[in-house]
Nanobody
Framework: QVPLVESGGDSVQAGGSLTLSCKASGYDFSRDCMAWFRQSPGQEREGVAS????????YVADSVKGRFIISRDNAKNTVDLQMNGLKPEDSAVYYCAARRGSCYIGLRPNAYTFWGQGTQVTVSS
């Protein structure tokens, strides 16, 4: 069973917007840290944003600051990544991840235990 399920990936033009959603399946992360990562071919997995659901602290990487917003939708029980002003270099497979406890450890992939299968985002110029 995949613990996290992403949705919302698509192909868009540069300057466009997308919202990705991440939903836990069979697990309760309501007091833990959830994050979004991305990986493009030949590149290392990069942390994009994190949200400590137990305390409310949020962090967005400098590479996307001012364009991406991480939030939670209590009605849908999801953690969403709103992406605005998309650029071709944002093209990647986006992964949702979770770890027990807070996000103090930062956006290091090996610190996250639970992962989704990823959703593709393609931005064309």
């Amino acid at each position: 069973q995949v613990p996290l399920v992403e949705s919302g990936g698509d192909s868009v033009q540069a300057g466009g917007s997308l919202t990705l959603s991440c939903k836990a399946s069979g697990y309760d992360f309501s007091r833990d840290c959830m994050a979004w990562f991305r990986q493009s071919p030949g590149q290392e997995r990069e942390g994009v944003a994190s949200y400590y659901l137990g305390g409310g602290a949020r962090y967005v990487a400098d590479s996307v600051k001012g364009r991406f917003i991480i939030s939670r939708d209590n009605a849908k029980n999801t953690v969403d990544l709103q992406m605005n002003g998309l650029k071709p270099e944002d093209s990647a497979v986006y992964y949702c991840a979770a770890r027990r406890g807070s996000c103090y450890i930062g956006l290091r992939p090996n610190a996250y235990t639970f992962w989704g299968q990823g959703t593709q985002v393609t931005v064309s110029s």
